[in-house]
């Protein structure tokens, strides 16, 4: 499906596991690397961002933190708190990878 200058988009699920953060770092990164998160106002591609909404009903930043780890100042032990995807992101998630099994080559798959 021609959504940009190119013939075809193709979109892939990362996973990024930055060591020390700043406020916008994975999205200005990404973007910087011409792979943009989907739905990110600021950073990402307002074509792709209209083709998730339109498509598939995304209307938030496809970005999650399913876990987080560090050690405390006052404590020696590490630190680990987890948690799921939101259910609208796992939903999209689902759907995609359903569609994709379906028909891998399929010209109406983002």
Do not use: W
């Not at 339109?54 to 708190?81: D, M, Y």
């Amino acid at each position: 499906m021609r959504v940009d200058r190119y013939p075809t988009s193709r979109y892939a699920l990362v996973e990024l596991r930055p060591h020390t953060g700043r406020r916008h770092q994975l999205r200005r990164h990404l973007a910087g690397e011409s792979h943009p998160i989907v739905g990110d106002l600021s950073y990402g591609k307002g074509r792709h961002n209209r083709l998730f909404r339109e498509l598939f009903g995304v209307q938030r930043l496809l970005l999650a933190c399913t876990r987080l780890e560090f050690k405390p100042p006052a404590s020696a032990a590490a630190l680990r708190i987890e948690a799921p995807l939101a259910a609208e992101f796992a939903a999209l998630l689902a759907r995609l990878s359903a569609q994709y099994a379906a028909d891998p080559l399929s010209s109406t798959s983002p």
